[in-house]
């Protein structure tokens, strides 16, 4: 399967244990080359996700909202017939906002088809990682200011287009901040949301770590930075900026715009639309 992760069980029953990233509301799936016995998976905190779906040798999770960043649960498989490795554990980790959504594990010795692929995925990264340290060279290189965006092809003659969405956010009680405004901008090859955010009265001082934007379809705009106004008191506002790869003129939206700091914390934003 293209970008599914990978995971190689050693023959002897070797203890080491391999972590996979859950997250609420996301489906993670495992696909394994040998068939499971039904009766002998064990999920610790099961009843904190709203869907375990097993087949004859794929299980699916989705976690439910009951999950906090940063849990760990143990998952354990075991095998019909019974040859070596009986059983398989891995542990399930809490993202405030990724999940592995495809995961193959092998029992067995794998095929060259599936190195191949690999190979293939690791040349198409590789490609990937050059592409971005050439932009960044680029960007190190162009003089600052309006000549700068001109010079990197990030701004053309259309100029920037902006649209205040505040009122269409919709206000969600589980937000760690509250969010007092929220505006988004266009150019030629990326869009930008910037959101107003005050932290709630007694509240720890919140610094975003990572974010994502992600359509209906659970497609994902490239996050390109990320930058928050310097610290003021608690009982001000800041501001964040979120600027994300937008190629095509078409990508308006709405997204679920979703913030997460180094801890439990976390601020969603949906109905996020673009100019």
């Not at 095929?111 to 590789?126: D, G, S």
């Not at 979703?258 to 639309?273: A, S």
Request: aromatic fraction near 6%.
């Amino acid at each position: 399967m293209p970008g599914a992760r990978r995971i190689e069980l050693a023959p002897d029953g070797s203890p080491s244990i391999a972590e996979i990233a859950v997250s609420a509301g996301l489906s993670t799936g495992l696909y394994f080359d040998s068939d499971l016995m039904r009766d002998g998976i064990e999920l610790e905190g099961r009843e904190r996700f709203s869907l375990v779906d097993i087949g004859q040798a794929t299980l699916r999770l989705v976690p439910s909202s009951r999950v906090a960043p940063g849990e760990r649960f143990r998952l354990v498989v075991r095998f019909r017939d019974g040859a070596a490795p009986v059983s398989a554990s891995f542990l399930l980790r809490v993202h405030p906002a990724k999940a592995e959504p495809l995961v193959e594990i092998f029992r067995e010795k794998r095929t060259i088809e599936t190195y191949q692929q690999e190979t293939r995925e690791v040349r198409a990264e590789l490609e990937r990682c050059q592409d971005e340290n050439s932009r960044l060279v680029a960007e190190h290189e162009a003089p600052p200011g309006l000549a700068g965006l001109l010079s990197t092809g990030t701004l053309d003659e259309h100029g920037v287009a902006g649209r205040v969405v505040t009122k269409d956010i919709p206000r969600l009680a589980g937000n760690a901040l509250e969010a007092i405004s929220v505006t988004t901008y266009r150019a030629k090859t990326a869009v930008a949301v910037v959101v107003q955010l005050a932290t709630k009265a007694g509240a720890h001082l919140w610094s975003p770590k990572g974010v994502t934007l992600r359509s209906r379809t659970g497609a994902e705009l490239k996050v390109l930075r990320i930058w928050q106004q310097p610290s003021t008191p608690l009982d001000e506002s800041r501001s964040i900026v979120v600027e994300a790869e937008a190629p095509e003129a078409g990508v308006q939206g709405p997204f679920s715009l979703k913030l997460w700091e180094d801890g439990p914390r976390t601020v969603t934003l949906g109905n996020v639309t673009f100019p």
